[in-house]
């Protein structure tokens, strides 16, 4: 799941627009039993799951402060669901991929964006858009790693709803000043993305998915901890053939390479137990992808949330739950800036559904240092283009996300 | 002696400069301590008020700041409407058009900007305009601004302060509580430590008509190595702002801000050019740099003047080191003439004077210097204060030491001085041996007819020059190059002929008695006056002349204005924003409430106007709009060119027609039934001149339209004053203040009372011109009181004689003190003449070519004879001590 991603700028957008010292989206303790405005619809799919739902209690359908809470059995509805769910709290774009120039330019690019409402908008006092809305805001995150250079570029804008940032209800159309991301065809699912850092390097993308859309989770719920509030809808296409133009330093590169996009939507997923997650998307040679999440408790182990889903090459998702994986770094890398310790390389075991034979991947970074400051949040975390190894050989590319390890997420926790 | 083995050798330059310095120079200094220390400082004093005036105008133009760069970084280009606010929906297009496929990494940041004036509540009663502190809220969205802090890795707090006397507040503000409170506001830590504010500080103040309470949630955040926020600046969230200042979807302000990598080069000039071009004419696009430039341009006039008069003190000092050079001159005649015996040249003599010329102006620089930044910290305050009255509003409080005014004064220190010692010098230099032994010490008598003929020379050329027209600039401004030019050539001229004038003060003494020793003494050393004294009345004349041009000039001017605000202020009752303390205050009454005011039973007649600033092609207007037909029942105007078509008072036909001020008319070369085009949001608007009137309150220029309407292309009811003529029988007084307690966040001015704000304004506009003025005269006193010990110490073979024929110290005295009060006389009366040609030069040719006012010309009787009388009145008590001490000789003295 792209939970880590969604994680990751939860707490910069939590961090940021919340108290300082106050917590960061964690699940309210009673939450709301009023029936909700929506109805229960029939799951688009049914995930081969090997979870245990008798995990966690049965999901509130609104929480404290109003917002719904993402149901099992939704029926999505496309491309309404691309675009934003105004009725949710914590919604948000995730693309990671890798990219290729015509000289053996090789880059690794991420680029997000959230949007956190303050209030659900049944409580909106005015109905009238402002240019300056009070109540919903946007933050992206954009980074590129440029292997040759080794060099990681990154930044982060923040805004609020209104003239110059804005979520479509009605299809996938996200605006936040120049960064955009739009469904141009929703016949084909054609997306492209336009975005910068900085004045350091742009990129338009032209994106298209090679492989279908993927619900996660049980019933189409993605659980993210035990509290009756923390799961969310989790929609991924996990691979998208990608072309366009990278702007690096006034110089045009044409590019092509495959995209990850998550798209996320939920109104709390954090429990005040959880101090970290580690989160991957893997794209295997062969055709499949892996999504995995370790939410990590504060006794070190692994949230029972925690889930690994391999994708077939038909697009089908088989979940697995907490206890069939495991993830381990095989070395640490300190990061220079915020001095967090990461665990990277990382090895992956995992049961591979196909065979039903244990198999093992070592993700290691292209570079070691690509840590994203987090600086409105002060959450620094590590969001990196890896290469996957399995028995020493190259068997696809991955995206890692791993937070809470400076300490500052453990703080902003209590 | 020189030992015989040693050969005699020529000193080399450098040694004989160090040995001509040491006891040529300084010797003479440490020998007069006191006249040399007292001829620096007066020095120092001259180029003191001249540095203070420069710096004080320096912190005035640059407290015009943008004050966004404060929160964020200087932005790239300002776009503004031509009048009036912007739309919200400018934003969309400016995103649009914003974006450049040939420069895909030139993301620009585009930051909308509410800006308005509030201020404090007053505290008592006295409703005097300008008296009650003003703040700048600046309406920002304080979400955007956190990326501008990331960006320069600023400490991002602008959330979640505490209250620095309770840091255990539980509950700091975070951002989102700050976007929604309506009264939010960050302070400077200036203004917190001033006012005792802390976060959840309840700070009062008058926005439009209302009374709003702001809660300080913090303090604005800044970078270490910028200057730190203004005092007088709050910062709220825009939305916030909008609502509280009635500008809901209107903003005042776009900036953009390129990325830094575009900072520089033809690639930015290509955005600005491009955007400018694109935007044009619906907005105007302009750098900071220009709108300071803006800002500069509209207060250049009275910069100008403000410097120039500033310069009078140090003319004045100039007569004075040329004088004390001169005198030393004579005094070293016999050691000139030993130097020049021994072999030392011509040039080399002349070098060691122009040295000693030099370092009296260094050494007067340096005090100057300093004595400039110390009184530059009172002037700043009169400059600001003048600037808020008349331009903008301005905070500034004190003045630093810019390096480059301060090297500017210092050199000009040396360089006049070096320039006022040059005949001197050359005089020294070219001075034969044997003659200067021959004539010894005695004081030059000058040659009177060729000063007279060339100041006479230049008083014709001064006379010429007032005719010639100013230089026109940009924007319609006007600087009168010829009429400052007569007016220097006109004082000096007169100087120059002040020789004259001496003899004709000692015929008058000769008049008044002819039993007096000490007045016949006198009289005889003024019919054939040295050049020491004829210098000595130039530079009085100069100071008198300058002063009584300048009384003659404010006198005009009050009189002008005294005259224009009787005609023009016709109502019982006049009312407007409290917050309005400023002139680029624009707070409004809303219809609500002056529709409300003006049904009152009591109101005879009524009438709005409104004030909206508006630009011209690199110019600031003002458009004003009220009822015409109103100003003509009441006869408020006064004509320059009378309307000749009645048209123009009838609001069913006089949308295309305008009036304009004089002001206005000749800033832009207008006149009656020109054509002239001004900007609306409703499109460009050609308005047709139907006639030009006076108006004092205002140099850049207003058209007056028909209320209803500039209202209706404005798309506004709301309005800048109201005013209220009474019925009869109703106190005006009684009226005022029942409505100033149903609405205690106006300023409400009976007739009487605005009358005399406005000339108590008027009078302090002028008080730093008084100040400057004043010192002139006690710089050219004192160089009287120099002048005279000059020539006493010339004297002393002449006053030991007079002792030794029985004259007494008091009789010294007294001949010193008639000698003194003789000259003094003729100075100012010589002085006070040349000042009525000064002030007609004033009146008639430069504030007309800088400011474009016609004044109708009075001469101020009082402080003229005022001037007259104490200026030989101080001279004479100045020279009667320098008599008395000047006459205290050593054969006085027991052995």
Partial sequence: MKQTHLHALAVCLCLLLSNPGHHFGAPPENPSEQPPGQPLERPQKQPPADSNPALFPELARFTEDGFEVPQPGHHFTFPRDHGSHPAFKL???????????????????????????????????????????????????????????????????????????????????????????????????????????????????SLEPIKPLVVFGENGISRKGNSPTAASWYLTFPRLKTTGTLTLKNKSIPVTGEVWMDHEISSSQLTTEQVGWDWAGIQLDDGREIMVYRL??????????????????????????????????????????????????VRLTATDPATGLPVEFILVPLVQDQELEGTFSDVPYWEGACRVLQNGKPVGSAYVELTGYSGSLNRALR | MIPPSTPLRPLSSPSLNGALLQQFTLRHWRLFPSRSLLLLLLLSLGIAVFLSIRLANRAAVSSFTNFTEVLTRQSDLILSSPAGPLPETVLDTLRERCKFPQLPSAHIEIVPVVETICAQPQSDDANRIGSRPTFTLLGVDLVALQNFAAEAHLDTSWAGQKNAAAPSTPNPNSLEDLLHKNNAAFCSSALAQRLSLQVGSLLPVILNDCEVQLEIVGIIPHRADQPAPPAGLLVMDLPALQTLSDKVGLLDRVELFFPPSLKKGPLREQLVEQIST????????????????????????????????????????????????????????????ILRALGVRE??????????????????????????????????????????????????EAAGLHWGEALGAFVLSVGCSILAGWLPAKRAASIPPAQAWAQGSAAPA????????????????????AFLPPLRMSGGSRFALAGYLSALLGVVGAGLIAGDALKIAAWCGHLVSQNSAPLRLAISHLRAPTSRHRWAAAALLCAVSMTGGMAVLVSSFEQSVSAWITHTLQADLFLTSGANQAASAYNRLPSTLWRQIVQNPDVLDWDTSLMIPAELPNAQIRLVGSSLAFAKRHQQLSWLQTPSNNSIFDPEHNASLCLVSETFAIRFNVQKNDVIRIPTPKGARELQICGVYTDYGDEQGLVLVEGRHLADWFDTDAVSTLCLSLKPGVDAEQHRALLQTAHPSLSIFTNVHLRAEVMRIFRQTFAITYALEAIGVIVALAGLGITLATILAERKTELTTLRALGMSQAD???????????????????????????????????????????????????????????????????AWCVGRHGADLPADRPL
């Fill in chain 2, 812 to 878: 010294i005295a007294a001949l010193a003190a008639w000698e003194g009060c003789l000259l003094a006389l003729a100075g100012a009366i010589g002085g006070l003449l040349s000042s009525i040609g000064l002030g007609a030069l004033l009146i008639f040719v430069i504030n007309k070519q800088t400011f474009g006012w016609t004044l109708q010309p009075s001469l101020p009787w009082l402080p003229l004879l005022l001037l007259g009388f104490c200026v030989p009145l101080c001279g004479t008590l100045l």
């Fill in chain 2, 278 to 337: 694109a935007l044009a004419p619906s907005i105007s696009a302009r750098t900071p740099v220009a709108r300071q430039a803006a800002a500069e341009l509209m207060t250049r006039g009275f910069r100008l003047n403000l410097t120039i008069l500033s310069l009078l003190s140090l003319l004045v000092g100039l007569y004075l080191i040329f004088q004390a050079l001169d005198a030393a001159v004579v005094r070293r005649r016999a050691e000139i003439a």
């Fill in chain 1, 91 to 205: 919604e948000w774009w995730y693309l990671t991929g890798h990219l290729f120039g015509p000289n053996q330019e090789r880059f690794g690019f991420q680029a997000t964006i959230f949007r956190k409402s303050g209030k659900p908008p049944s409580q909106a006092v005015n109905a009238s858009k402002s240019r300056f809305e009070k109540d919903e805001f946007f933050l992206v995150h954009t980074a590129l790693l440029n292997t040759l250079s080794g060099e990681f570029l990154h930044s982060e804008r923040l805004a609020r709803a209104g003239w110059d940032a804005s979520a479509s209800t009605d299809t996938l159309s996200l605006h936040m000043g120049d960064f955009q991301l739009v469904l141009s065809d929703p016949t084909l699912n054609k997306i492209t993305l336009d975005a910068h850092i900085r004045d350091q390097a742009t990129f338009s993308l």
């Fill in chain 2, 347 to 396: 040039w080399e003599v002349r070098r060691a004077w122009l040295w000693e010329a030099a370092l009296l102006g260094g050494g007067g620089g340096v005090v100057g210097v300093l004595g400039g930044w110390a009184l530059a910290q009172v002037a700043v305050r009169a400059v600001s204060k003048t600037v808020n009255a008349l331009y903008y509003a301005n905070n500034a």
């Fill in chain 2, 446 to 465: 000058g040659n009177s007819r060729s000063s007279s003929q060339l100041g006479w020379c230049l008083v014709a050329l001064a006379i010429m020059l």
């Fill in chain 1, 296 to 345: 990590r408790l504060k006794d070190g182990s692994p949230d029972p949330a925690s889930a690994l889903s391999w994708v077939d090459r038909n697009g089908h998702a088989i979940m697995q739950s907490a206890s069939t994986f495991s993830w381990n770094g095989t070395g640490v890398w300190k990061s220079p800036h915020s001095g967090a310790a990461y665990p990277l390389p």
